[in-house]
Nanobody, 119 residues
Framework: QVQLVESGGGLVQAGGSLRLSCAAS????????MGWYRQAPGKQRELVAS???????IYVDSVTGRFTISRDNAKNTMYLQMNNLKPEDTAVYYC?????????????WGQGTQVTVSS
């Protein structure tokens, strides 16, 4: 099992930057895949970015070139650097370990961190 705790959200003006952190309660070295999701009011939760233990990365088209996902195995932490933020990035951001990333029977979620981008 693993507990995930997000931090780093807040209120920022359009064009600004934030760095989200996802701290895991155990070593992430053996976690095959991790990702960031977001959910805006009235919308479905969507995958923002994911990273594998081998370093393979994918981004949703809307954040490509602005967001960077990374993981630091030594610190048991995953990050999401968000630059040139837009009002449409406003959402609750969640850290995720998908089913099969650690346990084939289930996935894991953090509690979420609010990101608000003002125009």
């Amino acid at each position: 099992q693993v507990q995930l705790v997000e931090s780093g959200g807040g209120l920022v003006q359009a064009g600004g930057s934030l760095r989200l952190s996802c701290a895991a309660s155990r070593s992430i070295f053996s976690i095959n895949a991790m990702g960031w999701y977001r959910q805006a009011p009235g919308k479905q939760r969507e995958l923002v970015a994911s990273i594998t233990s081998g370093g393979s990365i994918i981004y949703v088209d809307s954040v490509t070139g602005r967001f960077t996902i990374s993981r630091d195995n030594a610190k048991n932490t995953m990050y999401l650097q968000m630059n040139n933020l837009k009002p449409e990035d406003t959402a609750v951001y969640y850290c995720n370990v998908p089913r099969g990333g650690l346990d084939y029977r289930r996935d894991y979620w953090g509690q979420g961190t609010q990101v608000t981008v003002s125009s």
